[in-house]
């Protein structure tokens, strides 16, 4: 029942976010997308997984009304399958009442838009948004990120379990998984493929493990390369491409604009670390999120496209996802750390900080979703 109070919550959300919201958000558009895709005969170009699945769900159709409602039809799906995915996780940690509030509170966790809400006392008055500029766990306003992280926290999951014991059997499963996260959006490919082989390696050596696990690695590399001939090649390029530019870096006016944000961004992950850092060091879980999120936010800076492409920000969902990533870690070990106080029958400082903590963020989530609905602005 705790699955089903999801999804009506989520559907009454996007189908708010879709019919009223409209062009605030990117639901409309990618509504439109799956209509062109069909319309211009095209439903295997691009990353089409999400689009293709709108246009199956309405029978190819092509009637756009439908299409709109068969796409919060699949984000509200994706986000409870996201909630059900992480319950079952940490109903191997806790309790099924704790694992469902956590799960819950995943699903809405945001950071703390300090400068936003120091306007009042006459500071940061140009920080007029409680999005833009940071770095956030969740989104609500853009239709492929949702649905893609079911998939990519199934692979997450499975890779963890593959640094404990590797299995042929999971590295399958993985390698399906994370081909259909990238045939919907590559943005976690992208951290991922880097992270998962450092660790698998440090983990196993040069033993045939890591070879095996270089197997879902390139089935996601072909997807990639198929969605990217199909982005800048297929029908005539139109000007548009991916370019590296790391001299921004090198900036002051650079770290002005970013600095502040990124610290207000981190500031939990920063106080987890003060509290865990002597026991989670030889983690491997640990240093794959911190890969992914180092990865996520450097590409994010450094990598951009050009042409008619520019202003779609389409390198800036990987540190998102990545962020998800880090707070899940977060919370994890938390109640991991309090579980294991628990059989102990003794209290703990470290996990109760973090847990009043992180529920400051989830509250913080509500906000920000509250805010986005009444004013009918992501940012």
Avoid at 159 to 165: A, G, I, L, N
Avoid at 299 to 319: D, I, L, S, V, Y
Avoid at 322 to 338: E, G, H, P, Q, R
């Amino acid at each position: 029942m705790d699955a089903v109070g999801v999804f009506a919550f989520m559907l009454c959300v996007f189908s708010y976010i879709m019919f009223v919201v409209k062009w605030e958000s990117d639901l409309w558009a990618h509504a439109n997308i799956a209509q062109e895709m069909l319309e211009e005969h095209r439903l295997f170009t691009t990353n089409f997984l999400m689009y293709f699945l709108v246009n199956l769900l309405t029978l190819f159709s092509g009637s756009i009304v439908p299409m709109r409602m068969a796409l919060v039809l699949l984000i509200s799906l994706a986000n409870t399958a996201k909630y059900v995915i992480v319950r079952e996780a940490f109903k191997e940690l806790t309790s099924e009442k704790i694992a469902k509030i956590s799960s819950a509170a995943l699903l809405v966790v945001y950071v703390i838009p300090l400068m936003y809400f120091l306007k009042p006392l006459g500071i940061f008055l140009s920080a007029k948004n409680m999005y833009t500029g940071y770095y956030v766990p969740n989104v609500w306003h853009n239709s492929t990120i949702l649905c893609m992280m079911p998939f990519a926290i199934i692979c997450y999951l499975l890779s963890v379990k593959q640094f404990e014991q590797y299995s042929d059997k999971r590295n399958k499963y993985l390698t399906l998984f994370l081909a259909l996260s990238t045939l919907i959006k590559p943005s976690f490919f992208f951290v991922y493929v880097i992270a998962y082989p450092i660790i698998m390696l440090s983990r196993y050596g040069l033993g045939k493990e890591i070879y095996r696990s270089l197997i879902p690695l390139l089935v996601g590399g072909i997807c990639l390369a198929l969605e990217y001939l199909t982005i800048y090649y297929k029908g005539g390029n139109d000007g548009s491409s991916v370019v590296i530019d790391i001299m921004q870096l090198f900036t002051l006016s650079f770290w002005k604009s970013h600095a502040l944000y990124l610290v207000v961004s981190l500031s939990l992950p920063l106080l987890f670390l003060c509290i865990y850092a002597r026991k989670i060091y030889t983690d491997s879980e640990f240093w794959f999120v911190l890969i992914m999120i180092v990865c996520g936010l450097g590409m994010m800076w450094c990598c951009k496209e050009t042409g008619p492409r520019a202003t779609h920000g389409n390198f800036n969902w990987q540190a998102i996802a990545a962020m998800w990533f880090v707070y899940y870690y977060i919370l994890k070990t938390a109640i991991k750390d309090s579980e294991e106080h628990a059989l102990l029958h003794r209290g703990g400082d470290s996990p109760t900080i973090i847990i009043f903590a992180f529920g400051l963020h989830v509250i913080m989530g509500f906000i920000y979703l509250g805010k986005f609905i009444v004013t009918n602005n992501f940012g």
